[in-house]
């Protein structure tokens, strides 16, 4: 698969698939807009969902007549429906959202009285499927308000109050247990990691602290997304302070992760010595892939602010470009790295230049497979679970973050400073042998020109 066909896929993918946290509590102000469809919020209902409406400040210019106002109002549309018609698809006999197949119209502007302010309770659908909220504007009239929306499920089990029997995720209560649940792994590699350094201080160097750091980063992360995830299913809205460590975490996490791999790659066996440099093209490389994660993690943090669906949603799109653009330039780099370890062998040197070329082609490899592998295996998920039921969407974050941890367990089994650890071991004779090399050209060089000094003198 060519790079532009996968990144192309991996920005479609991103504004396509609905958000795990979709459904929490919006807030919404719409200004002198004439759009016909404006796209507020998605939710999957299930058997007790509700969705909450408050408006304020409404006007409509110019005043239609109050028979006008029904072509004017919020609806919840299907999947079939809602891709129809952000494709700009007609359907049979269907000008207006509100007339498409399977819409479920949920209040019309004719049903508001003259106030200014209105508040309504209305039940889901009959029907367990995931519904977009959209303000049909079939009049092609300036709309402004307010809004407040809130779309949440009622549990069966539970009682003791409504925080205890409404769950405002789309994935439902599980998906902070999940989180949690993966936080707690990661802190049992990171003890993992911890005591297998202590216990080999003697082949420990520089990178095994930068791992553990990695890790702990990742675990710090998770621990975030859990308690965030938790207060949001409980509230309907994250908290400041979360929010903030969240995303400090997540860029702390996503710039340690790009630079251990590009370090390990692009260094490969210099990793373990006590002092080596980065060539100046690494640099600029990490450089970049730096600057492209500031830019990732401000538009993450501009499109999960935007109010639902409506307002800053090219955001999201630049989110993930900007993520596939890292990908493919950490990928390019190692590629570049194996390829320029091949092209400076030299006939004394073959053997010693393949081996470190099998050793680190099997770790590009890897980070290919899990770079490719994440993005295509959520998107196969994403179309399961909106094909079966939301009590499913939270496989798509365990198998996400399965992955991911996979991948960080195996990177520490290659590299554990472990005197039984093959990889390692064979890390250490590579060292030794281009240490002897080297040695040994220096003393080839010495031998020379004692040799023309002697010659010399005769």
């Not at 698969?1 to 993918?13: C, D, K």
């Not at 990695?214 to 309907?236: F, P, V």
Request: overall charge positive; some cysteine; glycine content about 4%.
């Amino acid at each position: 698969m060519e790079t532009p066909v996968v990144v192309v896929f991996l920005v479609i993918w991103s504004i396509l698939s609905p958000s795990l946290v979709a459904g929490e509590v919006r807030h919404t102000e719409i200004r002198a807009d004439d759009r016909a469809a404006i796209p507020l919020n998605a939710f999957f209902f299930t058997r007790g969902g509700q969705l909450e409406l408050n408006i304020t400040r409404l006007a409509v210019l110019p005043v239609p007549d109050r028979a006008s106002l029904s072509k004017i109002g919020f609806v919840l549309l299907p999947p079939d429906s809602w891709n129809d018609l952000s494709f700009g698809i007609p359907e049979r006999n269907a000008t207006c959202a509100l007339e498409y197949p399977g819409a479920f119209k949920v209040l019309t502007l004719d049903q508001i009285p003259k106030s200014a302010q209105w508040n309504l309770l209305r039940p889901a659908p009959a029907k367990d499927s995931q519904y977009t909220l959209v303000f049909a504007n079939c009049l092609g009239v300036k709309v402004s308000m307010n809004l407040r929306s809130a779309m949440y499920n009622r549990l069966e089990s539970g009682g003791g109050g409504r925080g205890a029997t409404v769950s405002y995720l789309m994935a439902g209560p599980i998906l902070p247990q999940v989180y949690f649940l993966f936080a707690l792994i990661c802190s049992v590699l990171v003890v993992i990691w911890v005591i297998t350094v202590l216990e080999n201080r003697v082949h420990v160097a520089w990178i095994h602290y930068y791992l553990l750091a990695t890790l702990l980063l990742k675990a710090l992360n998770l621990y975030c997304e859990a308690l965030q995830k938790w207060h949001i299913d409980r509230s309907g809205s994250p908290t400041m302070w979360l929010d903030a460590l969240f995303y400090a975490s997540s860029l702390l996490r996503a710039i340690s992760f790009y630079t251990a791999v590009l370090v390990i790659g692009c260094t490969q066996w210099q990793i373990l010595r006590p002092r080596f440099r980065l060539r100046a093209r690494d640099k600029g490389v990490l450089a970049i892939l730096v600057s492209l994660q500031l830019v990732a993690n401000a538009a993450r943090v501009m499109s999960d602010k935007a109010a639902g669906l409506y307002g800053e949603t090219w955001w999201l799109p630049v989110f993930a470009f900007v993520n596939c653009v890292s990908l493919w330039l950490l990928v390019f780099s190692l590629w570049s790295a194996l390829r320029n370890l091949l092209t400076v062998r030299t006939h004394k040197r073959a053997t010693v230049v393949l081996k470190k070329y099998e050793l680190f082609r099997h770790y590009f490899t890897v980070v290919v497979v899990y770079i490719l592998f994440g993005p295509i295996l959520e998107y196969l998920l994403l179309v399961f679970a909106a094909a079966s039921s939301s009590e499913y969407y939270w496989l798509i974050s365990v198998a996400l973050e399965s992955v991911t941890l996979a991948f960080y367990a195996y990177t520490g089994y290659l590299f554990a400073p472990r005197k039984n650890s093959p990889h390692h071991h064979h890390i250490q004779c590579l060292l030794r042998e281009e240490d002897e090399e080297a040695a040994a050209a220096i003393r080839l060089g010495e031998e020379e020109d004692d040799y023309a000094t002697l010659f010399s003198l005769v």
